[in-house]
Every structure is written in C-alpha cells, then in structure tokens.
C-alpha cells in the first residue's frame, strides 16, 4: 500500500505515455508549489494550537486554528493582490458567519433556514470567478464546523473573535512569506507549465510507434492538452497581473517574461510536427528511422523536464550536450538513408521526414535558449522588447451586481448548482438530526465538498472521497492500534496534514487518503472517544453524504454537458477561424502584428483545452444523456488537428511569407473561412450553405504540381540538388498546409451538420 501511495503522490499532477521516472517525479514534487503550499498551511494552522495549547488553552487553540484553516482555502495560486483581497474577504464573511450560525445553532428551524440561504448565496457567487468560489466554500466549512455549538451569545462572540484571530494569523503568515520570496510561486508555476509542455511532447511522441492506437494518443493528447493550458493560464494571471513583474523592473522579472514566452511558441511549434502519420508508417515500415525520431522526441522531453525543475528549484540547469550529438547522428543517417532509398515515388514521404527533423532541431535549440535563461543572466535580458499589452492576453473579473442577477435562472448552471447544493445539504441536515452519530457535521462537509456544478466532477469526487475515507480510515486504524507513543503520533499527523494540504488541487483520492487518518489522529488527541467510534462516524457519515451528493447530482435540477457542449464547439471553430486568418493574412500581403497573432493564438488553444474538457466530462455522463458522441469525438479532434495546421502554417510566416506572398492564396482563404462560418451557423441553428462553394486554388495547385514533376524527372536523371528541389522544399509545405486545412474546414462542416441531427 505505501509503495502506490508513494507513487501516486509522485505522479500526482503528471500523465505520462512512458515508464516513470521516479527521481524526476520527487524532485518535481519536493520543489513543487504544491508542496510548498501544504508546509504554509500545515503551519499555519498547526501553531496556534501548539503555542496555546502551552498556555493550557488547547481549545482556543483549536478554534483559533480553525479560523486559519478557513482563510488557507482562498489562498490559492494567482496574483498576490488577488490571494490578499480573497483572505480579506474570507475573514470579513466568516467572522459573520460564525456569529449568524452560532446564534441561530440552538434553534432547528432558524438554522435550517440559514443553512439553506448560505448554500445559495456562498455557491452563486462562483460566478466571479474560482477564487470568489472558495471563499464562498471557506464560508460554508465554518457554519457547517458551528451547527452544534450550542453557546450563550456571548460565547458566541468570543468564538468568532477566535476564528477572527486565527484567519488574520494566517493572512499575515502568507503575506510574510511571500515578501520574503516574491518570485517563487511565479518560478514553481512556470517550472510546472514547461514540465506540462514535455509530458505533451511525449504524447505526440507516440504517433511515431510502431502498431500505433490513433484513437488512444488522441484522447490522451486532449487530456494532455487541458492540463497543459491550466498551467498555462496560471502562469499568465501571476506574470501579466503582477505590476511588479510586467515592470520588467529586475532581471528575475524579465527572465520569468521571455521564459513564459518562449515555452509558449515552443508548444506552438510541437504543434506543427502533425503530420499523415499513417502515410509516413506505411512508407518507412521496413527501416527504424520513425523509432529514432521518437527517441529524439522523448530526448526533448527529458530536456525540457530538467529545465522545469531547474526553474521551480531556482537553480540553473545542466545542459549536456548529449541531445545536440544524437540529433547530429539522426541527420547524418538521415540523410544517407535518403540518398539510397530516395525515389519519384516516396520523394513526398522524404519531404515530410525532413520537416519533422527540421522541427525538432529547431525546438532543441529553443530549448538550450531555455537552458539560458536558467542562470538569470542579465545580458540575456537585454534583448527582450517591452510591451504593454499583456492585459490582451489575461481576463479581469469584475464584481458586478448585474452578473448575479443575470445568472438568477433556471438557464443559469450556477444557478441550477446552487439550488442543487441549498436543498441537499439541507435534506443531509434534516437526516442528521434522526442518527445517533456524534459528528453528523461530516455528512454536510461531504455533501458541500462533493457536489460540483458538473455531473461527471461530481461522479468523480464521490468516487474518490468514499473510497479515500475508506482506505484511510484503515491506515488511521492501524496507526493507533500499533504505534502507542502520541509524540510519534503526533510527527505522523504532521506529515499527513502536509500529504493532504498539498495534494488537494492535485489528487483528491490521495489527499483524502491523507486526510481520514490526519482527522482520526486529530480526534485522537482532542476527544476522549475511542478512534472505532471515530472511524465508524467517519465512515458513516462519509456513505450518508455521498449518497445525498449522488442522488441531488442525478435528480436536482442536473446540468448535462449536451446543453451546453455548443458553445465550446462554437468558441473552438470561431477561435481557429480567427487564428487562421491572423496567419494567412501574410501569404496574401497583409500580415497582422505581433500582439494580434498571439492573442489569437492563445485564444484557439484555450478554447480548444475547453472543448476537449468539456468533450471529457460528457463521456462520464450516461449514454442517455449524450448527444452523437461519435461525431462530437470526430469533430474535437479535426479541431485539433486544424489547429494543428494552423501552428504549422504560423511557422512558415516569417521565412516564407514574403517569397511567396500571392494573391492566388485569397479565394483559397475564403473558402475555408467561409466553410468555418458556415460550421458555426450549423452549430447555432442558423441557416447555411449546403453545398461547399468550388475551391479555386488552381494556380497555387498547378504551381505545385509543376514543381513536383519537375524534381521527379530531376531524380530520374540523378540530379540530387537542384533549385528546383529548394523551391519545391520550401512551397509544398505551405502549400500543403493550405490544402490540409481546407480540408479539415470541410470535414468540420460536414461534421457539425452531422451533429446536429438527431
């Protein structure tokens, strides 16, 4: 058992196609901020209890610590003016709360009436944002820990002047700290983006094997690619809403900016590797040559890995050298095996081949730009350009009245939730007031804790929270009835807490594996209970909330991802339209700036990580409940594969763009825009084109052809350089890409018309 703990704690925030590599993964973890996070937490709110339980006033020391406990929950990653104005808001609201809860705990019906407001209100004002969701959890977590309270109002107000304390201990421990390493969160986060970048490198290294499940390495691309625009996104919020980093103030600041920068055009460029792999399969399936370039892929990756844990660490990276030497050698056998195996029929297939390399020698070298960056240089600095748009590439969420009133319906899923989440853990509430359990404020907790706006996080979180509480429950059990000596138990608890706290936003399974025993080992020193009546209350409770979650998930006014998949579709089509018209501008003359082409750039990979996100949570719904899933899957991956294109076209831009500048590319780039038009019409219900307009890219399509003929008859006569070989090498391609997604505009028409019938 402590074996797969252990290798899930490593694993906890990485999905690898490869066999793990043990030593990376705990380094990963052990400069992670994620760890970092459980220590601040586990302190702050461990020290309190300690320091007054040396006064003899453990139990203010509990509640002190529970104030602590409440705030650590809205101080999650982002901006520090952001986590500031979240633990503000925290102390204010849950100060109130516990003198409202504690007033009205000895009155059944009062109380119930406050348990019914605070889960609608607390649960609403999601719709601000995730941060503003956790406070509003942090509010629910103190009413819920004073239901049985039963104080004189003076009591009342002294505990809430407790839970006051204990929320300012906290605030100020974090802010402390932070001043004291003000770029660290920012380094841990950007680390974790470029660790998120090789694991999807690995992935499309996959397409390069042997016998390859096509369907396989797309879904785990999609997943790969969810998790690697989180990190991405987050790295955006802490750079572009830091004042002190956009600046670009110090060369910290200015390193963290180009670093972010250049992961980013590097995930670009893993993009433009798409390529007809089932064509490149089937043309060098005699020769290993496709093994070797996915070796060199997964070399890259490991590169990319060393940096990352450089960059979370704060320490420079090692650069061997060993990845150069390899690709050197694949060049070389490269281009042999291409002297004595070229023919007019396969020169396609040695086209793409020399592509593939050319991209993977262009991204080692970004990546030992990376290596740089590493040591802080000042004189890498240097050559950074300021910009002031980086509020393009971040949103603002504003406190505005009218968003919670628009968001007052039945059409509203934040709504749905809240009415959802209101009437359960009112009806946990009423049944707990019938069961003979001494802590009945566990089955509320479970229920808050479990219920999410989504059927299929809902599913999960159930599933993970009963079997977490189960497994851990017998490792509480087996801690208690073999080690007697509470110090020992007590350095036990301590790492637990920590496993726990810093495991919550990764692994929920693992952190309330952590978690059970961490409370029952709690209970141990503060109740006089034995722990098989803490265990059974645990365990109780626990079934009796998820029971209620499940049956409110499924009946409750449930929200289904069919109602609202549409939308991503639309935002993905629209995003990649938009993309594509930023970057095929410059084949026709007109290019866009650079801040334009990266916005768009960023906007198509974000919405097409929320389709792929949303295409995920509909799979784990019931079938009965999903619309054309087949299709939907078809049509998430062309977008992927549009994208795709698109990347490998923006790559072409700046070499290429001006040579071959023509307005021939015009009415091609119409007609795709015009099929992506139509496809989001079908998407919203609106009429559109039936029937694909004629696509008239002849004289780019002649061009072509010309040029392949020509080098055909070339190599029949042994000519092996020529300029008509540079010229066909440098056009196919855009070519090409062009063709490619013209193609795919069409297949995502005729898919979403597919869709859509019923």
Known sequence: MSFRLLESIFAAASRHTEPMDYIKEYKSFISSHYLSDGVRITAGIVLPALILNYFNLLSVGVVVSLGAMSVSIADTPGPIHHRKNGMLACIIINTLMAIFTGLAAPHHIILGIVILLACFLFSMIAVYG???????VSALLIMVLNINDHLTPSDVIINAG???????????????????????LAQQALGDCIMATADYLRVRASFYKKDVDYDKIYKQMMEQQIVLHTEQNLVRELLFKSRAITKESTVTGRTLLLMFTDIVDLFERTMTSYHDYKALHDTFKDDDILEQYRQLILELAAELDEIGIAVKSGNA???TGILASHIDNTKNYFNTYRDNKRTAENVDGFISMRHILNSISDIASRIHTLHLYTAYDKELTKKMVSTGDYDKFITHQQIDWKLFQDNLSFTSNNFRHAVRISLATLLGFIIAQFLPLGHSYWIL????????PTYSLTKKRNYERLIGTIIGAAIGMMILYFIKDNQVIFIIMLALMIGTYSLMRTNYMISVIFMTPYIILLFHFLSNASFQTIITDRVTDTAIGSGIAFLANLILLPAWEQSQIGNYMLEAVRSNKNYFTAIAGAFTGNPVTNTIYKVSRKNAFVALANLSDAFTRMLAEPKSKQKNSEQLHQFVVLNHMLTSHIATLAYYVKPLSQKFASQDFASLIYNTKSRLEDAEKIIIELPADVVAPETQHNNIQQRLQQLLLARRKELQQGILESDTQKQLTQFKPIADQFNFIDNIATDIKKTSMQWMEE
């Open 130 to 136: 995730t941060r503003a969701n956790s406070v509003g």
């Open 162 to 184: 407790y839970i006051l304390a204990g929320a300012v201990w906290y605030m100020l421990l974090s802010l402390l700290l932070y001043n004291f390493r003000p770029y660290k």
């Open 317 to 319: 990276s090692e650069e």
């Open 445 to 452: 907790l479970t229920i808050i804790v479990i219920l999410k």
